[in-house]
């Protein structure tokens, strides 16, 4: 079965840095294209990257310069370098992908604050 698996979220000041990854499994990963989106505390869940099959990226306005998405095909695996972090970053960020119908990870925590 698919499973999309997040790590990397925390704790950490604004300013600072975190690299979240997700782990892929139960498709063709290669061909696929992998989101990541966030939701925080009352608020609906918005994009803020995505990584085409051939390695093309998109990124929401309010990420744009401080976040990087990236792909390892020989590993399964989807990062999200995020730089430069504010307190209005902070939400739970999902890993998403468009194979099949569509398919979510649990989601990890990502919090900015001093």
């Known amino acids: 079965q698919v499973q999309l698996v997040e790590s990397g979220g925390g704790l950490v000041q604004p300013g600072g840095s975190l690299r979240l990854s997700c782990a892929a499994s139960?498709?063709?990963?290669?061909?696929?294209?992998v989101d990541w989106y966030r939701q925080a505390p009352g608020k609906q869940r918005g994009l803020v990257a995505t990584i085409s099959s051939g390695g093309s990226t998109y990124y929401a306005d309010s990420v744009k310069g401080r976040f990087t998405i990236s792909r390892d095909n020989g590993k399964n695996t989807v990062y999200l370098q995020m730089n430069n972090l504010v307190p209005e970053d902070t939400s739970v960020y999902y890993c998403?992908?468009?194979w099949g119908p569509g398919y979510w990870g649990q989601g990890t925590q990502v919090t900015v604050s001093s």
């Open positions: 998403h992908t468009t």
């Open positions: 139960g498709f063709i990963f290669s061909r696929a294209i």
